[in-house]
């Protein structure tokens, strides 16, 4: 990229249409503003509708009369998913899904489904909705899926041995699993869309250490460190960058992860970053995919 990416570098949306997954608070909140602020239409897609129309009125008394309404989803529970994609074909067009939507850390639970937490939310209600819109996204050209990953996919794996942790749960040995699913699907949600010719773009990114709600459930010693480390982290609006510069940047490329620029990635404005070697083995990324379609029942067909 020729300059680091912010807020104020996002090109006017006039005319385009934005899915955000968890956009009632945090990282996707921040987007959705910002890109309700440059003219786009965007949907908040979450499970609580009151949250979302409390976001709304929020972004609504920022920005004055905008385009932005609320979608139900919730990625635990299938046919959720199933449910808000058949909404979402009704819009004209869709030119960018932003798989923000995440949880980090819970104790164990399983999704309705029957799915570890982090694996099921962070990845296959992600994985499904994509698949599910690929169609609809593919007839709007330059069309993007935007999936977000985390820094803890460098200590992450993939115990397809273990998919649903029944033998051992570590959260935080999870979240970092998923958060590797994330990028093992984005790259090769990129490889099959080049291989198919289609007109969409898959695009990763991070957003460092942010002061978001996803710490709900970090032990108190770790949320009071990340609390008076603040200062030198992103605030959450800040940590949207990366989001937004892999929404709407002329300058990202297919395949791409964009992060933070400062302080080994945990801070500042947006740039192309690197992801792990684990991120781009080829025959996970493959094995990972066929076990998500057998998984959701749904095949992107690419």
Sequence with gaps: MKRRFTEHDVPDQSGSTVVITGANTGLGYETARALSARGARVLIACRSQQKAEDAIKRIEEQNGAVDISYVPLDLGDLSSVSQCAEQ????????????????????????????????????????????????????????????????????????????????????????????????????????????????????????GIASTELDRYMPFVLSKGTELLQPLLNTAAAGAWPTL????????????????????????????????????DTAVAERLWTLSVELTGVNPGI
Excluded: W
């Design 245 to 280: 510069c892999a929404a709407t940047s002329g300058d990202v490329v297919g395949g791409g992860y964009y992060g933070p620029a400062y302080r080994f990635e945990t801070a500042g404005p947006a740039k192309k970053v690197r992801s792990n070697r684990a991120s781009h």
């Design 88 to 207: 979402l074909q009704s819009e004209k067009r869709i030119d960018v899904l932003i798989n923000n939507a995440g949880i980090m850390v819970p104790p164990y639970e399983l999704t309705k489904d029957g799915f570890e937490s982090q694996f099921g939310v962070n990845h296959l209600g992600p994985f499904a909705l994509t698949g599910l819109l690929l169609e609809k996204l593919a007839k709007t050209p330059s069309s993007r899926v935007v999936n977000t990953s985390s820094i803890a996919h460098n200590v992450g794996r993939i115990n397809f041995k273990d998919i649903n942790a029944e033998r051992r749960y570590s959260a935080s040995a999870r979240y970092s699993m998923s958060k590797l699913a994330n990028l093992l699907f984005s790259y090769e949600l990129q490889r099959r869309l080049q291989t198919a010719s289609l007109p969409v773009l898959s695009v990763a990114c991070h957003p």
